[in-house]
């Protein structure tokens, strides 16, 4: 099994649903991100969370929100999707903040989403 | 605001050529990583480079980081076809998470 695990895989919705992504992880990290892919543009962030209390706004936080059920589990919202929030979503997680630890990032296999 | 710039963005070469791809950063960090991304799947990471002058190779596949320079080369000696992907460099400024560059796309060709 995945250590990071995204559902769903793949998404298609209408302009104005709600949609909920979710992410759940095995690796023990405190530090979850979510992270959007548009071609061209490499990845923007979303929204980070370094624990259960602390959630962060990113550079394209608009449009979204997250919750952080557990260590384990960081989920993604669109309240009204847009079509422009067509893209490739990434779950993250990191074990930066520990002694030795190297801060990569661990991608989960990521959710497509098409808003029609 | 860190922006942190790739280039190029597309490279097609041969294979058995040899060729560097740049990753410049505009804030101080002596973290930056880098990734390969496969078409239609995730990210998978390739190096990591945590102070300055650090040197990493794997296989064919060199990168190296200036922070002085807040320069980062990905080096690709005598490129074969299974290198073909898309390559990412990330800068930690330490704040709060990484940031990304556009990415390289690869392609090597027979």
């Known amino acids: 099994d995945a250590d990071v695990t995204q559902t769903p895989r793949n998404r298609i919705t209408k302009t104005g649903k709600r949609i909920m992504l979710e992410c759940s992880q095995t690796?023990?990290?405190?530090?979850m991100y979510w992270y959007r892919q548009d071609p061209g543009l490499g990845l923007r962030l979303i929204y980070y969370?370094?624990?259960?209390?602390?959630?962060n706004k990113g550079e394209i936080s608009d449009g979204y929100s997250v919750s952080r059920q557990a260590q384990a589990k960081f989920s993604l919202s669109l309240e009204s999707a847009i079509p422009n929030q067509t893209a490739l979503y990434f779950c993250?997680?990191?074990?930066?903040?520990?002694?030795?630890?190297?801060?990569?990032?661990?991608f989960g296999e990521g959710s497509r989403l098409t808003v029609l | 605001e860190l922006k942190v710039e790739q280039n190029p963005l597309f490279l097609s070469m041969q294979e058995g050529k040899n060729y560097t791809i740049y990753c410049n950063y505009s804030?101080?960090?002596?973290?930056l990583y880098w990734y390969r991304q496969d078409p239609g799947k995730s990210l998978e990471s390739l190096f990591v480079?945590?102070?300055?002058?650090a040197v990493k190779q794997e296989g064919r596949l060199m990168a190296s980081l200036d922070t002085k320079a807040r320069l980062s080369t990905l080096h690709i000696t005598a490129a074969v076809h299974d290198l073909s992907a898309t390559y990412f460099c990330?800068?930690?400024?330490?704040?709060?998470?990484?940031?990304f560059g556009s990415g390289t796309r690869l392609q090597v060709q027979p």
């Open positions: 993250a997680t990191s074990d930066l903040g520990g002694t030795g630890n190297t801060g990569e990032l661990f």
């Open positions: 690796k023990g990290h405190d530090r």
């Open positions: 969370s370094f624990d259960v209390k602390d959630i």
């Open positions: 804030t101080t960090s002596d973290r």
């Open positions: 480079l945590l102070s300055n002058g």
């Open positions: 990330a800068v930690d400024t330490g704040r709060r998470a990484l940031t």
